[in-house]
């Protein structure tokens, strides 16, 4: 591990917390201590108590400006190199703070994250410089032997000393490490000859004498420059000319291996990428439940009138097969929804504890048929891997989707193996990926040994609609399904492919440490809920809704109080001299949610239950409760058959409750 005592330190002063967390992780990400505060007094205390070597500060802090901080530290005896951010790009503000001694100078824009990590290496480089060459100058005004000395042994500095002729003179050790040559080999030879690229060495030459003449040193530069073994080193390389009396001016240079910096440099481009295709993802999620309501609300209202007229034709009426293709268009609009809205990560989703190998047992049999029988469908089962709490159906979604996409990349025959296990992932290990955390996962694995894919492919296959398979076979949803369920509970997915090796996907979720329900906990009795002739206070705002609804349950049988809004429903309740065995509402309504009006109902009717529907995405119903373990909710749309599911599930419950308290009364 890196010894952090020799990393820069830098303090990120920003109150917004979300952007003050990803500039912490970038810097990180590029060798460099990093913390943050979001106010000025806690960024005073901070330098007080300990060593900071860049501040880059918001101007405009919750307390105090940028201007105020800095002037508090003067007055402290401190001086800190900061860099100063804003919202806005006011030129007068940027040269104010120049003026005042900010090193640099940035407004927080779509381009802050982009150029971030160079402006504090300048700013780093350009301290660390003056550093050096302040050190060097002091120990040359004290004698050449204890400069010589003080730069013998530097580690990362590699120091060389050549005359007018370029001729080399002195070669520290770092020298050696950085070029291959031992002080013995440089020393007496020509610096344009031994490290010098050829093509640089009329130019290098000319800049040599112009630092003789003038006494001025060539600037500090990034310049690469030749090892022994042949291979060319980046390096930040700084000049200076010494004179002394009676003597040859003597040229000092001094070059910083750039290697980790480049490196660095990539991998803020590489986050900088995952960046960009989160938020282009994020974009996509917002777009899709924006719409999801409404759009629900007309499949709602097509999937009733069209069961309707079905209901009335006989299978020998031509319009049979009209009616037949307009649910089948509107059946699978719905299940495009659903998977737009799996990818959002505002799917509702009814979570449980469950045991994931048997979650995973449950469905291998339909998965082996899934993938037919050319493929070999391996499970791998890890020991002990424990629970996780999500919804049943989305395992089985998961599952599905990335099985079928491991077949259709399986050109005749193959293997498929899906394996479980527990992981820990470390802070290291995350930083390979922008939305890791560390901790202990459950880990669900998929590989398979098909074509593989290429590093584009890979870089879209989450998004939605991407797809590389023939227009009529794939939607470009399934992978883009499984990536919205993984982050909706919390967990991560991880890709590794090569072209013509396979692919592999890991899917970490959140282990849950409590002991799962049993299946006989789980599920409920079978015993079918027969009778329909209970009545039920139906509220729908939505008046082509609460007309199909009503007259869907009116055919079965069911007694049916239609209300268009709260008020109304509150009013026929109480209206009511019988009892009102169900209430079905919608949950986001004018004036009141549905939630609330249960309460008011079960005060008129405490024997009354409820079934929640809605066609809003699950972060907006969320909010309201009725996604709570024991709350009793449908989706909408729906067809005639959920719907009365549904209502016989909460009936047949609310029945077995009333035949327990009977039997517990007649025991007392």
Not at 287 to 312: K, P, R
Request: proline share 3%.
């Amino acid at each position: 591990m890196t010894d952090t005592t020799t990393r820069k330190s830098v303090l990120v002063v920003e109150d917004d917390e979300l952007l003050n967390s990803l500039i912490i992780k970038m810097l990180i990400s590029t060798g460099l201590q990093a913390e943050g505060v979001v106010c000025g007094r806690d960024a005073i205390n901070r330098i007080i108590g300990g060593r900071v070597d860049v501040l880059l500060l918001d101007q405009q802090l919750p307390d105090m400006t940028g201007q105020d901080v800095i002037s508090t530290l003067s007055l402290h005896g401190i001086r800190v190199p900061f860099v100063v951010m804003t919202g806005q790009g006011d030129e007068r503000l940027a040269v104010e703070m120049m003026k005042f001694g900010a090193a640099d100078y940035l407004v927080k824009d779509n381009n802050l994250t982009h150029i971030l990590p160079g402006v504090i290496e300048r700013t780093l480089r350009a301290i660390e410089s003056e550093r050096l060459l302040r050190s060097a100058e002091n120990a040359l005004k004290e004698s050449e032997k204890r400069f010589r000395s003080l730069f013998q042994d530097v580690p990362a500095v590699a120091v060389q000393g050549y005359n007018a002729d370029g001729i080399i003179q002195y070669w520290n050790r770092a020298a050696a490490k950085l070029y291959g040559y031992a002080a013995d080999e440089a020393i007496g030879r020509n610096v344009l000859d031994l490290i010098t690229p050829e093509a640089m060495r009329e130019e290098v030459a000319e800049s040599i004498r112009k630092m003789i003449d003038t006494g001025g040193a060539i600037p500090t530069c990034e310049l690469n420059m030749v090892r022994k073994d042949g291979s060319i080193v980046t390096v930040l390389s700084s000049h200076a000319v010494v004179r002394n009396a009676n003597r040859e001016p003597e040229l000092f240079r001094i070059d910083i291996d750039m290697t980790s910096r480049q490196q660095a440099e990539f991998e803020r481009e590489r986050l900088q990428t995952q960046l960009t295709q989160a938020q282009r993802m994020e974009a996509v999620g917002r777009l899709a439940g924006g719409v999801a309501h409404d759009f629900n609300n007309m499949l709602g209202v097509i999937f009733g009138h069209t069961e309707l007229l079905i209901s009335q034709t006989t299978g020998q009426d031509p319009i049979i097969e009209s009616l037949n293709e307009i649910r089948t268009a509107a059946q699978r609009s719905a299940d495009l929804t659903r998977q737009l809205l799996a990818f959002a990560r505002k799917q509702n989703a009814i979570p449980v504890v469950l045991d994931l190998n048997q979650a995973v047992e449950s469905i291998l049999k339909m998965l082996s048929r899934l993938v037919g029988e050319g493929i070999n469908l391996t499970w791998a089962p890890g020991n002990n891997v424990g629970s996780v709490r999500m919804d049943p159906s989305q395992i089985d979604q998961i599952l599905a989707n990335l099985c079928v996409n491991a077949r259709d990349a399986i050109a005749d025959t193959g293997s498929i193996t899906i394996k479980t296990a527990v992981k820990t992932l470390d802070a290291e290990q995350c930083l390979e990926h922008v939305d890791f955390i560390p901790g202990e996962y459950a880990l669900l694995a998929v590989n398979d040994d098909g074509c593989g894919m290429d590093a584009e492919t890979m870089s879209n296959i989450f998004e939605p609609f991407f797809t590389t398979k023939p227009i009529d076979k794939g939607t470009g949803l399934g992978l883009a399904t499984v990536y919205g369920i993984v982050r909706q509970n919390h967990g991560f997915i991880a890709v590794k492919s090569k072209l013509g090796t396979g692919t592999e996907f890991e899917i970490y979720l959140p282990l849950f440490r409590k002991q799962p329900p049993s299946p006989a906990q789980q599920n409920l009795t079978d015993v079918q809920h027969n009778s329909c002739h209970e009545r039920i206070l139906l509220v729908e705002d939505n008046r082509a809704l609460l007309e199909m609804i009503g007259g869907m349950l009116n055919r079965i049988g069911y007694q049916v109080m239609p209300a268009n809004n709260p008020n109304k429903a509150i009013e026929l309740a109480r209206d009511c001299k019988e009892n009102i065995d169900l209430l079905v509402t919608d949950v986001i309504m004018p004036d009141m949610n549905g939630r609330t009006l249960f309460g008011y109902i079960q005060t008129l009717h405490p024997e009354t239950r409820c079934l929640f529907m809605s066609g809003y995405t699950a972060d907006v119903i969320s909010q309201h409760g009725v996604l709570d373990e024991g709350v009793d909710f449908i989706q909408k749309p729906f067809v005639t058959k959920d719907l009365i599911a549904k209502i016989n599930g909460v009936m047949r419950r609310n029945q077995s409750q009333a035949e327990q308290a009977d039997s517990e009364q007649d025991f007392v």
